[in-house]
C-alpha cells in the first residue's frame, strides 16, 4: 500500500510589505537623525563668503544682525539699548568669544554700533561668523 503525502511541497517566495515597512523605518531614522545635527540655535541670515577655521567652544554666544537692522542675542530679540544688559549675564568668562553673525546686507553702522555695545559689557573677543565657500 502507498501512502500519499498529505501536503504538496509549495515554492519559497518573497514578501515585498514586511521590506517596505522596514525601509521606512531606516528613512524615518535617517530623517531624524539628520535633523538633529542642525544648527537650529541660530537664525538664519545670508553670511559674507570666507575661510575661517571651525568653532570648537561648548555652547557660544551668538549676536545675530538682520539685513532689517534687527538684533538677536541667542535668538533673544534685543535694541542697542538693552544689548549690553542682556549681554551682561551670558559671559561666563573674562575670555568669553561672542560669534557675530551678521547678514551680508546689514547696514555697517549697526553692526558696529552692537559690537561697540558688546565691547561696554564686557567682551574681549569677536568671532565673525562666515559661510565657507
Known sequence: MKLRKTRTPRKGQIQII??????????ATFMLASLS?????????????????????QKPVTLTLTKDSEIFI??????????????????????????VS?????????????????RRAGVQQFLIAVQHK
Open 102 to 118: 551678521a547678514d551680508s546686507e546689514a547696514p555697517q553702522g549697526i553692526v558696529v554700533q552692537a559690537m561697540l555695545r558688546a
Open 74 to 99: 541667542n535668538q533673544e530679540s534685543v535694541t542697542l539699548d538693552t544689548l549690553a544688559d542682556t549681554l551682561k549675564p551670558l559671559l561666563n568668562d573674562a575670555k568669553q568669544k561672542l560669534i
Open 18 to 27: 514586511p521590506m517596505i515597512d522596514v525601509m521606512f523605518f531606516l528613512l
Open 37 to 57: 545635527m542642525q544648527n537650529l540655535d541660530s537664525l538664519q541670515v545670508n553670511l559674507p563668503e570666507g575661510q575661517a577655521e571651525k568653532l570648537s567652544d
